[in-house]
């Protein structure tokens, strides 16, 4: 059986509203609360299992009920602040938290830039519990005997590596794919044909006919449908755009407005998915 999937946060950097931003876009956000308050993206997989830990993962423990000392897997798609913050994993260390014996490591999955900051910040790992595990684009790894990870190239500019994932369990496969534009045909070409059940895709340009590392409604739509055009989606696909920013100039139930057109849920902060 798939892990329950919580889209944790679903904002790009400055989250929504954004800090010290008096935009119209952060104002109504201030007005209308619940689903237009966002923070920085992040999912989580059971409580074994989690994408990204950015600077709002004890706000997303405390709020959605996440247990992090049974967190097992850690797969961060980039080294990006709002997705990886490795400071916050600097209290596993005795003295500032208990484990007691026998709790599982807690392996992170990143590019050379993740785990390099993770050595530089964190100190010692073996005294956290704490073991690394390098990925890069267009890779599988068997994470645990019922989860695949297989890694994808992310188009989100600059020398790094960022990533994108296929999630595979026995039961659901999960795309994550935020902080891209549109894939390059590579991308395309490596994933032709693999189901995948639920698509998490970059939306942070809101309604604007954006793409160059991140994506607007317009190109959110091609994506989706070149996800069909390439036999990946499943019988009864979920595809779900995250990732949002105040830049996009869109509230929830715009982007609702927007995106229905297409047959595509527009994901809010606690939102689970089976």
């Keep these: 059986m798939a892990r329950r999937l919580t889209i944790c946060g679903t904002a790009a950097a400055e989250a929504i509203p954004a800090i010290h931003c008096v935009c119209d876009t952060c104002r109504r956000a201030w007005e209308l609360g619940g689903k237009d308050l966002r923070t920085r993206a992040a999912y989580q997989l059971g409580q074994d299992v989690r994408v990204d830990f950015g600077p709002d993962s004890h706000f997303h423990m405390r709020a959605m009920g996440q247990d992090y000392a049974y967190l097992q897997h850690l797969l961060i798609t980039h080294s990006h602040q ?7 994993l600097a209290y596993r260390r005795p003295g500032f938290c208990v484990l007691p014996e026998g709790f599982p490591p807690l392996t992170i999955y990143g590019n050379d830039r ?3 900051s993770a050595r530089q910040r964190l100190g010692n790992l073996e005294a956290m519990r704490i073991e690394l595990y390098e990925i890069h684009s267009f890779q599988e790894v068997q994470v645990c005997p019922d989860l695949r990870l297989t890694t994808l190239k992310a188009e989100h500019g600059g020398e790094e590596d960022a990533l994108n994932f296929l999630i595979e369990e026995p039961d659901r496969s999960l795309l994550v794919a935020n902080d891209t534009g549109f894939w390059q045909e590579e991308t395309w070409e490596f994933i032709a044909g693999r189901r995948v059940d639920v698509a998490l895709i970059d939306g942070t340009c809101g309604r604007y006919d954006q793409n160059g590392g991140h994506m607007g409604a317009p190109w959110v739509a091609k994506f989706a449908a070149r996800l069909g055009e390439l036999g990946c989606l499943s019988d009864s696909p979920r595809l779900i755009v995250t990732h949002f920013s105040h830049n996009g100039h869109a509230n ?5 407005e927007i995106y229905t057109a297409y047959g595509i849920e527009v994901a809010y902060d606690g939102l689970v998915v089976g």
């Design 82 to 88: 709002d997705h990886w913050l490795p400071e916050e």
């Design 114 to 116: 993740v785990l390099e």
């Design 252 to 256: 929830h139930d715009q982007l609702v």
